[in-house]
């Protein structure tokens, strides 16, 4: 069965970096793209980017175009998203999610990130 | 980029209420929508694709409908496991947009 596994929580100062990791499982990892989504407390679902894990093509959200990198690692089936130069306002659960030819079918359990000096 | 507008943002039922949720595109999409379930805590679960499409395994008092700018996601007979927030996305371009959400509570 797919499986999408996320690294664990992460407490960051403002200014600093984070890396979340996205491992996965039950499928052939080169043939669907990752995206990830973000959700700050008590808000809705962000969508902040793609990357085929085929070809390491990336779309950005304007938003974090910038700020962001998103990579994958096919010998371990792992994603990865790095998000530099953090705020409060990047508080949230970072997701990681598949994208098939229907768009985003399975998701990770989620990673949350807070920033707090 | 395309705007998603999803109404009501929040609804109260009964169960076994038909619900409706409604959402929007700010241009044409075709069917390149899905549907998702989110309770608190957890992550979102998809239901819908393609506009119409059951996820296998969910049951089958969701539906889904609509093409191009309206699509409608359903609830025949609202059960208590269905309280919980739904979003829709979608997939026509990028960057891809979500709605805002709509939270189904209990009356």
New interface residues.
Partial sequence: QVQLVQSGPEVKKPGASVKVSCKASGYIFSTHGI?W?RQAPGQ????M??ISAYNGHT?Y??KFQGRVTMTTDTSTSTAYMELRTLSSDDTAVY?CSR?GS?????????TLVTVSS | DIQMTQSPSSLSASVGDRVTITCRASQGIGS???W?Q?KPGK????LI??AS?L?SGVPSRFSGSGSGTEFTLTISSLQPEDFATY?C?Q?NS????????TKVEIK
């Fill in positions: 995206s989504v809705g679902l962000e969508w980017g793609w779309d959200a304007q997701y994208v229907w768009g985003v079918d399975y998701w990770g359990q989620g | 390149d929508l899905g998702y989110q992550a979102p679960k998809r694709y393609g499409t996820q979003y996305l997939h990028y960057p891809r947009t979500f709605g805002q959400g």
